[in-house]
C-alpha cells in the first residue's frame, strides 16, 4: 500500500515578530556602554605601564647595586688574605726590623686599607658584630662563650669580620656568642638557637 495518491499536508510557517525576539537596542546606551569598558581597559593598561615602569626602575637600581656583588666577594677574599699577613708578623719584626721589613710591612697596609676604601667606594660595607645581639641574618656562630659578664645571645668575639652590600650580606660575620650570662632585658627578643 503506497501512499501515492495521499496529499501532502501543507507546511506551516510561523512568522516570527522581529521585535520580540531581539529588542532593539538603544545607540546611545550602548556607546555609553562601551565607552565605560574601554576607559575601564584604558585605565587598567595605564595602571599596568605604571607599575612595570617602576618594577623596571627597582629593578635598574639593584642591578647597578649588586652587580658587584660577586666581584667584591672575591676582593674581601684578598683583603683577608692581607690581614692575615699582617697578624701573623711578630709585633718586634714591625718596630725593629730593618727598613725593607718595615716598607714591607707599610705596603701591606697601605694596599689593606686602598682595597677597604675602595669596597666601601661600591657599597661595601662591614657588618657590626661585637657587643650587639646574635642577629642569624648577619652572623654565623662558631662557638659559644661562657660568659656571665654578658647577656646570652650577645656577639663577644668576632672571628672573621662580615660585609654586607646595601641591604644584602655578601659574607656573614663569623662570631662567638655569649652562653650562660644574665638573662635579655625584658622586651627583647628571644635568640634563635637552633642556628
Known amino acids: 500500500m503506497s501512499d501515492e495518491n495521499a496529499t501532502p499536508e501543507p507546511e506551516t510557517e510561523i512568522e516570527v515578530d522581529a521585535t520580540q525576539a531581539a529588542p532593539e537596542i538603544d545607540p546611545v546606551v550602548a556607546l555609553q556602554t562601551e565607552n565605560a569598558e574601554l576607559k575601564d581597559r584604558l585605565l587598567r593598561t595605564i595602571a599596568e605601564m605604571e607599575n612595570l615602569r617602576k618594577r623596571t626602575e627597582r629593578e635598574i637600581a639593584d642591578t647597578r647595586s649588586y652587580s658587584i656583588a ?3 666577594r672575591d676582593m674581601l677574599s684578598a683583603t683577608d688574605a692581607l690581614n692575615r699577613a699582617m697578624t701573623v708578623l711578630p709585633a718586634d719584626a714591625r718596630e725593629s726590623g730593618d727598613a725593607a721589613t718595615k716598607s714591607l710591612i707599610d705596603g701591606i697596609e697601605m694596599t689593606e686599607r686602598e682595597m677597604q676604601r675602595l669596597l666601601a667606594k661600591h657599597g661595601v660595607k ?3 658584630a661585637e657587643g650587639l645581639k646574635f642577629d642569624p641574618h648577619k652572623h654565623q656562630a662558631m662557638f ?3 660568659d656571665a659578664s654578658k647577656p646570652e645571645g650577645t656577639v663577644v668575639q668576632v672571628v672573621q669580620a662580615g660585609f654586607a652590600i646595601g641591604e644584602r650580606v655578601l659574607r656573614p ?3 662567638g656568642v655569649a652562653k650562660g650570662g644574665a638573662s635579655q632585658a625584658e622586651g627583647d627578643e628571644a635568640v634563635d638557637k637552633s642556628v
Open 70 to 72: 660577586g666581584f667584591a
Open 126 to 128: 662591614p657588618i657590626e
Open 173 to 175: 660575620a663569623m662570631v
Open 144 to 146: 659559644e662563650v661562657p
